[in-house]
């Protein structure tokens, strides 16, 4: 079973920047793929980024292209989402996800436990 261990949520004023990152632990997927979701109060869970570690490019939500950036350390099986820019509808529970793609998707098995990352306007 993969584990995923997230860090680097925390409080930041609009405008400001977040690094999360997330390790994969026992992550021996041959096609690997990491990625962010999030969630705020009331809403529905949201894809932010995608990573295909094994290749290909990656995914970012419409709402966050140009100020979100994933990347990823292969041989740490770790993930990076670089946040610039936030703005208060930034405003969410952040999971990290691990897969394995397939036909072009990333098929999501394993989850974080969550870092909360709020943006004050």
């Known amino acids: 079973q993969v584990q995923l261990v997230e860090s680097g949520g925390g409080s930041v004023q609009a405008g400001g920047s977040l690094r999360l990152s997330c390790v994969a632990v026992?992550?021996?997927?041959?096609?690997?793929?990491m990625g962010w979701f999030r969630q705020a109060p009331g809403k529905e869970r949201e894809g932010v980024a995608v990573?295909?570690?094994?290749?290909?490019?990656?995914y970012y939500a419409d709402s966050v292209k140009g100020r979100f950036t994933i990347s990823q350390d292969n041989a740490e099986n770790t993930v990076y989402l670089q946040m610039n820019s936030l703005k208060s509808e930034d405003t969410a529970m952040y999971y990290c996800?691990?897969?394995?793609?397939?036909?072009?998707?990333?098929?999501?098995?394993?989850w974080g436990q969550g870092t909360q990352v709020t943006v004050s306007s």
């Open positions: 996800a691990a897969g394995y793609a397939l036909n072009g998707d990333c098929r999501f098995q394993s």
């Open positions: 026992r992550f021996f997927y041959s096609n690997k793929c």
């Open positions: 990573s295909y570690i094994s290749g290909g490019s990656p």
